[in-house]
């Protein structure tokens, strides 16, 4: 790893992780716009909507996103971008998607900053099973029945399809909210039928919640492959949850 240019002055900066929601930037909190507002540099996700940036207007904004497959910055470039900037005195904003702690990375990038000696902050933001349940009008819990909710991401850095939460949604006891799912929905699908899921279990797909943009698809196992597969014809940079058993 190529080392990290040294301090301008003796002075270290400060980082602040904040979490900016699923688009909508109403849906910031207070001490998430103060924060972007008195940053002197905002580092980017690409799951950041436009929007969302209005609150960053003047301020030096660097793109770092990532998207299954297409990277414009790998994780421990980010990492070190966000520690030189810091190094230099400034006030660090790393604008992130959704909670920063929920498929984020936020704590590699906690890790990394500490390690440097860097005083970091973190602001949590809605997820987006959060967001989709609202825009729903769909409570993921349920008195009686939904006593458990999963929150999963979809697949292992291999490619291995997760679904170690099977009994639970079989049973009926649980909502699983599926993040980072709709490319990989037709193989969770036969994962789940061999394992005794019936086909005709709820399912929902949500893309872009809370965004004007957003689409809704209230479908069934059985169906939600070729569903997500129509659905993402036309919205091809949607970003999509899956949620079942709700």
Not at 25 to 32: D, F, T, Y
Not at 156 to 164: H, V
Not at 173 to 195: Q, R
Request: aromatic letters at 4%.
């Amino acid at each position: 790893m190529a080392a990290l240019p040294a301090s301008t002055g003796s002075t270290l900066g400060r980082v602040t992780l904040i979490g900016c929601g699923p688009g909508d930037k109403e849906l910031l909190s207070v001490k998430a716009v103060k924060a972007i507002r008195n940053a002197d540099i905002c580092l980017v996700d690409a799951l950041i909507g436009k929007d969302v940036l209005e609150w960053a207007k003047g301020k030096e904004v660097i793109y770092v996103g990532k998207r299954k497959g297409k990277h414009s910055l790998v994780q421990h470039e980010i990492n070190n971008l966000i520690v030189q900037h810091a190094k230099e005195g400034k006030h660090v904003a790393r604008l992130k998607g959704g909670d920063p702690f929920i498929f984020g990375r936020g704590g590699e990038e906690v890790e990394h900053v500490t390690n440097h000696g860097i005083k970091v902050d973190v602001i949590p933001g809605i997820t987006a099973a959060s967001a989709a349940s609202a825009s729903l009008r769909d409570s993921l819990s349920k008195r009686g029945t939904h006593r458990n909710i999963i929150l999963s991401t979809s697949y292992t850095k291999s490619g291995e399809i997760l679904t170690d939460w099977h009994p639970l949604l079989k049973s009926g006891s649980a909502s699983v909210c599926l993040y980072m799912g709709t490319s990989v929905v037709e193989e969770m699908v036969k994962d789940l039928s061999s394992k005794g899921v019936p086909l005709s279990t709820k399912a929902t797909v949500v893309f872009d919640a809370s965004l004007p943009t957003e689409t809704v698809i209230r479908t069934c196992l059985k169906e939600l492959p070729a569903a997500t597969k129509k659905l993402k014809k036309s919205l091809p940079e949607g970003k999509g949850l899956l949620i079942l058993g709700s």
